[in-house]
T-cell receptor
Framework: DQQVKQNSPSLSVQEGRISILNCDYTNSMFDYFLWYKKYPAEGPTFLISISSIKDKNEDGRFTVFLNKSAKHLSLHIVPSQPGDSAVYFC??????????????FGKGTKLSVKP | DGGITQSPKYLFRKEGQNVTLSCEQN?????MYWYRQDPGQGLRLIYY???????QKGDIAEGYSVSREKKESFPLTVTSAQKNPTAFYLC??????????????FGPGTRLTVL
């Protein structure tokens, strides 16, 4: 049973427009959420994170929104650039007990930004 | 220059052979992880270690083994018991991030192909 779901396998946007990537989770014990960006044949790179005590975190062109009641988070990229084309993974963790620091990943969304 | 190194980048083995993938980090992180990624899939946790001389099974540990004799090193052995070993293998280590949760940092990955 997937605890972290990214229901859109792919997304295509025009350069300069907004990209919105969505992620849903089922485990109410998750209290920390992260987004990673991954190019083919490379390791994921950390983009941005948010704690469950917040509903928004912003870092340059990247903003993550968290809606705890809906168990939903989204990553906004504004403006989108061709170099943003990659697979984006949503991840969540519950920072308690023996699993502290372990991440549960979604299956990823492939973003294509067209010039 | 701190980071996580994985070697080799590409590895080919014959069916029935054990193979060991290397992972080294000089970030002074306590926790280390091994994942595998298959096409269209997210990252699935194989093993993790939160401290030297201790490690735990992840979601798909069958057919794999690890050791953690040094803080810097977390090698993964893919044994002949692993039924479908061809995959992209990622090593990670983690630290507590500014937002309070743990962020994982990934190596560049090893593509293992079993012929």
């Amino acid at each position: 049973d997937q605890q972290v779901k990214q229901n859109s396998p792919s997304l295509s946007v025009q350069e300069g427009r907004i990209s919105i990537l969505n992620c849903d989770y089922t485990n109410s014990m998750f209290d920390y959420f992260l987004w990673y960006k991954k190019y083919p044949a490379e390791g994921p790179t950390f983009l941005i994170s948010i704690s469950s005590i917040k509903d928004k975190n912003e870092d340059g062109r990247f903003t993550v929104f968290l809606n705890k009641s809906a168990k939903h988070l989204s990553l906004h990229i504004v403006p989108s650039q061709p170099g943003d084309s990659a697979v984006y993974f949503c991840a969540a963790s519950a920072n308690y007990g023996g699993s502290q620091g372990n991440l549960i990943f979604g299956k990823g969304t492939k973003l294509s930004v067209k010039p | 220059d701190g980071g996580i190194t994985q070697s080799p980048k590409y590895l080919f083995r014959k069916e029935g052979q054990n193979v060991t993938l290397s992972c080294e980090q000089n970030l002074n992180h306590d926790a280390m992880y091994w994942y595998r990624q298959d096409p269209g899939q997210g990252l699935r946790l194989i093993y993790y270690s939160q401290i030297v001389n201790d490690f735990q099974k992840g979601d798909i540990a069958e057919g794999y083994s690890v050791s953690r004799e040094k803080k810097e090193s977390f090698p993964l052995t893919v044994t002949s018991a692993q039924k479908n070993p061809t995959a992209f293998y990622l090593c990670a280590s983690s630290k507590r991030g500014l937002a309070g949760g743990y962020e994982q940092f990934f190596g560049p990955g090893t593509r293992l192909t079993v012929l």
